[in-house]
């Protein structure tokens, strides 16, 4: 049980275009998502935190503008990167979390590579 | 800065051996969890650990938590070929707006068969 589905894997393609990922929960409503970033042999960083039907939680430093989270039901949450430029290519891992979410352990998706040329 | 810190940040065993990692986070937690990535994947939820809590076992893992000093450990026992992967401790952040977690830098883990 607790699995979520993040999709693309992988995406590749030119700067100036916009990419939405896909983070889905097959079998459990999530109350809440987060969005997360990491480079090669680092830690994730928490982009924003969104929970279902509310605008999202944005962490310090990251752009609202440039990285669009809906969370439109309790299994879907998406996150578009507008116009995205070489320095957006990344690693991009979704995760969610149901019930309180305290002392709830994070259901992870299998990430997204993305490549911007 | 990161919430929480592992060292080693690298570590090479040989199969059969223990592996332990060690984790430490500076503000008040209600839990800490480990984590597992395998390269190129997402992450895998192992055990979690409540702040009352001292110690748990999951199979062949054991976390330990001292509230005191703030800091965790994670033993593998027996290791495997298999469970070379990096892993990440998490503590929930009580801080600021909402409910998130800090991962720390993490360790990568070679078991050598």
């Known amino acids: 049980g607790a699995v979520v589905s993040q999709h693309p894997s992988w995406v590749i393609c030119k700067s100036g275009t916009s990419v939405k990922i896909e983070c889905r929960s097959l079998?459990?409503?999530?109350?809440?998502m987060f969005w997360y970033r990491q480079f090669p042999k680092q830690s994730l960083m928490l982009m924003a935190t969104?929970?279902?039907?509310?605008?999202?939680?944005?962490e310090q430093g990251v752009e609202k503008d440039k990285f669009l989270i809906n969370h439109a039901s309790l299994t879907l949450s998406t996150l578009t990167v507008t116009s995205a430029h070489p320095e957006d290519s990344s690693f991009y891992i979704c995760?969610?979390?149901?019930?309180?979410?305290?002392?709830?352990?994070?259901?992870f998706g299998d990430g997204t590579r993305l490549s911007i040329l | 800065s990161q919430q929480g810190e592992e060292d080693p940040q690298a570590l090479s065993i040989q199969e059969g051996e223990n592996a332990t990692m060690n984790c430490s986070y500076k503000?008040?937690?209600?839990?800490l969890q480990w984590y597992r990535q395998n390269s190129g994947r997402g992450l895998v939820h192992l055990i979690l650990?409540?702040?009352?809590?001292r110690e748990k076992h999951s199979g062949r893992l054991r976390v330990t938590l001292d509230t005191s000093k703030k800091s965790s450990s994670l033993l593998i026992t027996a290791s495997r070929a298999a469970d070379t992967a990096s892993y990440f401790c998490?503590?929930?952040?009580?801080?600021?707006?909402?409910?998130?977690?800090?991962f720390g830098k993490g360790t990568r883990l070679l078991v050598k068969p």
């Open positions: 995760s969610a979390v149901t019930g309180g979410a305290i002392n709830q352990p994070q259901h």
């Open positions: 079998d459990f409503q999530a109350t809440t």
């Open positions: 969104s929970n279902e039907g509310s605008k999202a939680t944005y």
């Open positions: 503000t008040s937690i209600n839990n």
């Open positions: 650990i409540r702040s009352n809590e």
């Open positions: 998490a503590t929930d952040n009580l801080e600021g707006q909402g409910f998130s977690f800090i």
